[in-house]
């Protein structure tokens, strides 16, 4: 049969036809063509190939390639095949989102600019002659001779260019064109990152990781995929133990071997001292650092890539999508804070960051570092079942001890103060006191920004909602507003309560807002910054607020999860975590997983220099076992407990789980579709594919739509994929209902 051709024409509209393949023309995804488009020619690129699926249907031919290589590797065009598969997502969905605009299109090119260079300076006599006579002609061979060739920009722009000119006819000059780099972090000043002695547990961790990569040296940098690939290793280190100096020198290792490297790290703005020591350590030597994130310009993302892609960028860093970096031959990939959900993306093409760097590391043939001090319970279970290398960093870096953490009841709280429990327990306000007057620095953790969380009414109990997602609107003081969280929807703020005319309708529950206005009451003379997304909207205010911080220009940093991830802040002492609550309670399965993490990993924040540090956690609810373990820095006794809740009720790891989701501005429409998919679903269910019943997702109404969802679960990924697909392909929607299907998925809201 004939083969055919899915192409993405450049453009805004961002179109797909189909095109014949003409024979002999070596058409792959990823080439850029030409072809022929309303009597008109047009470029585009090819995201699909396979066979003409109606022969009744002439094609019109691709005309001609562009290049005669894909912009896509061969081993990259392996791992959207195996997406594809896996997460059940069309491979022109995967192959686009693979190859970013900017590269894509024609409209983008290498910026290039005019350089003048000197070809021979006059003779004495001449030299002499154009002093006099054309002084400016003089003036530009005399620059030239001292500081070697400048850009006609430099040189006086336009005004210089007569004179220019005449020197290039003369034979003095030449002028060519060189390309610019456009440099997202031109002007960028970066954190000293001295090199430290490893010590014994580093050690023994940057040594696994070479050797793993010198395992892979022999591996043939061909197209085809590797004949056999490391295992992956978990770093488990705990907060402070010096993980990033193990990535450092391991990157270092693999770069002396001639090999690139890839680093992934959960976002770009929140992790910007990773991204700082890589850069710093790695910048020195010409250029090799490319950093990946959402904020590059067109232009600059078209250099990143195609350094990378040339290999002059053989250190890339950045978040999920990184993942599809072009790296020729990569020989490590690291995936930092791998618990991180930021892995996770939830738009098409679904897929969670950290398993495709496994899978791409194994069609690679080199070695995946994950690492993190609450590994993922997926990634600890591969561990021990013997799938990965395990690899711990059991104490901190510079010999410090792990931070005592109290609990305090705020049950007992609460009956101390009439009118509902303080925002700061006596125990935290004193303790908080104290750390000031010594001079250190104070974080406080509360996931949740906002002024109050609701309005509701004393008298007759009514929560004012979002009357598209039927969740509790968000008081916010500043824009004197109530705002939904999940769709931005706004509503101005009652003084009566809307139902029953009461007038005292309260504030119920707090946000950063007002603890922030709490503390300076209470602190009147401590500096206080606050950060949530909120206060990052503005450009810059993350860094200059963290940056303030370190500067010691601030006293007391307020913050949602933001200020959770991966900082290092030697003056920090103390740590409260005012609500922990907050996470475990969520309709989810990794409600206690999440809280676990969420408290662990801010509690490491505390006493990372030469002073000990300390860790209050306030909590309804002080003996669930999240903040138990989390307490005695317990990682191995909650995943055992945890491990043991999961398997008996059958959740992952020890299944994969999976969700059908329908979405609708009709109700019955998505409730009727997903019950129609679970009846097909279930005749010739494949053994050991457990069907859930469809119900309203825990949010049942999100931007207009109603919402049903289905769980699915398999100890075998592909079953559970290959059944769901194939009822999807064998059915069809009605135009005003939208199904998804998310494998491995993680929003259960
Ligand atoms: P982690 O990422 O594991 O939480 P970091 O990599 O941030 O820990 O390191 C914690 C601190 O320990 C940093 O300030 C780092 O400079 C320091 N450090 C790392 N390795 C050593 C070492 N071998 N000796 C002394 N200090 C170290
Ligand atoms: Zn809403």
Same mark, same amino acid.
């Given at each position: ?31 850029? #063509?030409?072809? $022929? ?63 970013p605009?900017?590269?894509? @299109? ?8 005019? #350089? ?8 004495? *006599? ?33 005004? #210089? ?12 000059? *030449? ?6 780099r456009r440099d997202p972090d031109a002007g960028e000043e970066f954190l000293e990152s001295k090199p430290h002695e490893l010590n014994?547990g580093q050690r023994?961790a940057y040594e696994a990781i070479c050797?793993a990569i010198?395992?892979t ?15 992956p290793i978990l770093l488990h280190g705990v907060t402070g133990s010096g993980k990033t100096e193990v990535y450092l020198r391991a990157a270092q290792h693999c770069l002396d071997q001639g090999r690139s490297v890839l680093v992934l790290v959960p976002e770009i703005a929140l992790t910007p001292q990773t991204v700082q020591h890589f850069k710093s350590r790695f910048s020195a030597l010409q250029d090799q650092v490319a950093v990946l994130h959402s904020h590059l310009s067109?232009?600059e993302r078209?250099d990143e890539w195609h350094r990378i892609r040339k290999g002059q960028a053989r250190v890339v860093i950045g978040a999920r999508s990184a993942v599809f970096a072009p790296l020729p031959d990569p020989g490590l990939i690291i995936v930092d804070e791998e618990h991180e959900?930021t892995y ?9 960051g950290r398993?495709l760097a496994v899978?791409r590391a194994?069609?690679e043939?080199c070695p995946v570092v994950l690492g993190s001090a609450?590994p ?15 690899v711990?960093l059991?104490?901190r870096a510079d ?31 004193? +303790? ?46 500043? %824009? %004197? ?26 504030? @119920? ?31 810059n205010?993350l860094r200059d607020?963290l940056n303030?911080f370190r ?11 933001m200020i959770a991830k991966g900082l290092d802040f030697p ?9 922990? +609550? ?5 309709? +989810? ?12 990993q801010?509690?490491g924040r505390?006493?990372r220099?030469?002073?000990?540090? %300390? ?22 006794? =909650?995943?055992? @407990? ?6 008996? =009720? ?20 998505? %409730? ?21 019943? $469809? ?51 993680? +929003?259960?809201?």
């Amino acid at each position: 049969m004939a083969q055919a051709a899915k192409v993405l024409i450049d453009g805004p509209s961002e179109l797909i036809f189909d095109y014949a393949i003409p024979a002999g023309l070596s058409a792959l995804p990823g080439c850029r #063509v030409r072809i $022929p488009l309303r009597n008109k020619s047009a470029t585009g690129t090819i995201l699909s190939v396979g066979e003409n699926g109606d022969p009744g249907i002439r094609l019109k031919p691709i005309d001609s390639l562009i290049d005669p290589e894909p912009l896509v590797t061969p081993r990259l065009i392996a791992l959207a095949r195996w997406m594809a598969k896996y997460y059940g997502t069309p491979l022109e969905q995967i192959i686009r989102s693979l190859l970013p605009g900017a590269v894509r @299109q024609e409209t983008h090119s290498a910026k290039t600019r005019q #350089v003048a260079a000197l070809v021979r300076m006059p003779e004495e *006599e001449e030299l002499e002659r154009l002093s006099r006579r054309a002084p400016r002609q003089h003036t530009i061979l005399q620059l030239l001779e001292a500081s070697g060739p400048m850009a006609l920009t430099d040189l006086g722009g336009t005004s #210089v260019r007569p004179s220019v000119k005449a020197l290039q006819q003369a034979g003095y000059v *030449e002028v060519r064109q060189e390309e610019v780099r456009r440099d997202p972090d031109a002007g960028e000043e970066f954190l000293e990152s001295k090199p430290h002695e490893l010590n014994p547990g580093q050690r023994n961790a940057y040594e696994a990781i070479c050797s793993a990569i010198d395992a892979t040296l022999h591996a043939a940098s061909g197209d085809s995929p590797p004949a056999s690939s490391p295992r992956p290793i978990l770093l488990h280190g705990v907060t402070g133990s010096g993980k990033t100096e193990v990535y450092l020198r391991a990157a270092q290792h693999c770069l002396d071997q001639g090999r690139s490297v890839l680093v992934l790290v959960p976002e770009i703005a929140l992790t910007p001292q990773t991204v700082q020591h890589f850069k710093s350590r790695f910048s020195a030597l010409q250029d090799q650092v490319a950093v990946l994130h959402s904020h590059l310009s067109q232009g600059e993302r078209f250099d990143e890539w195609h350094r990378i892609r040339k290999g002059q960028a053989r250190v890339v860093i950045g978040a999920r999508s990184a993942v599809f970096a072009p790296l020729p031959d990569p020989g490590l990939i690291i995936v930092d804070e791998e618990h991180e959900n930021t892995y996770k993306q939830e738009n098409p093409p679904r897929y969670q960051g950290r398993d495709l760097a496994v899978v791409r590391a194994h069609l690679e043939g080199c070695p995946v570092v994950l690492g993190s001090a609450t590994p993922s319970l997926e990634s600890f279970h591969n561990a021990r079942s013997g799938k990965y290398d395990l690899v711990r960093l059991t104490e901190r870096a510079d010999g410090q001890s792990l931070p005592l953490i109290r609990i305090i009841d705020m049950r007992t709280e609460a009956r101390k103060h009439k009118g509902g429990p303080a925002i700061l327990s006596d125990k935290l306000r004193m +303790d908080m006191e104290k750390k000031l007057e010594e001079g250190h620095q104070v974080i406080l953790f509360l996931n949740r920004r906002g002024f109050a969380r609701s309005l509701q009414c004393p008298s007759c109990g009514h929560v004012c909602e979002c009357q598209h997602c039927a969740l509790p609107l968000t008081y916010h003081r500043t %824009e %004197e507003r109530l705002i939904c969280h999940l769709c931005g929807y706004q509503a101005i703020v009652p003084r009566r309560c809307p139902k029953c005319s009461d007038r005292s309708i309260l504030l @119920q529950g707090y946000g950063t807002q007002k603890v922030e206005d709490v503390l300076r009451k209470v602190f009147p003379r401590a500096r206080v910054a606050r950060l949530d997304a909120d206060t990052a909207r503005k450009k810059n205010a993350l860094r200059d607020t963290l940056n303030a911080f370190r500067a010691r220009k601030v006293d007391i940093l307020l913050g949602t999860q933001m200020i959770a991830k991966g900082l290092d802040f030697p003056n920090v002492t103390l740590v409260g975590i005012l609500n922990a +609550d907050l996470s475990l309670h969520a309709p +989810d399965f990794r409600a206690g997983e999440r809280t676990f993490q969420l408290l662990t990993q801010v509690a490491g924040r505390s006493g990372r220099g030469e002073m000990e540090g %300390e860790v209050v956690i306030q909590t309804f609810t002080p003996h669930s076992p999240s903040i138990q373990f989390a307490r005695h820095h317990d990682y191995d006794g =909650f995943a055992d @407990q945890e491990f043991e809740f999961r398997r008996e =009720f059958g959740f992952p790891p020890f299944t994969h789980a999976a969700l059908l989701l329908s979405k609708s501005s009709h109700e019955r429409l998505a %409730e009727f579709t997903l019950q129609n998919l679970h009846q097909r679903l279930s005749k010739d269910l494949p053994p050991g594919l457990e069907l859930g019943v $469809p119900n309203p997702a825990p949010t049942p109404k999100a931007h207009g739509l109603f919402r049903f969802q289905l769980l699915l679960r398999s100890q075998n990924p592909r079953t559970l994929s290959n059944h769901v697909q194939e009822i999807l392909s064998a059915i069809t929607l009605p135009d005003e209902v939208s199904v998804i299907f998310d494998m491995d998925a993680y +929003d259960f809201g």
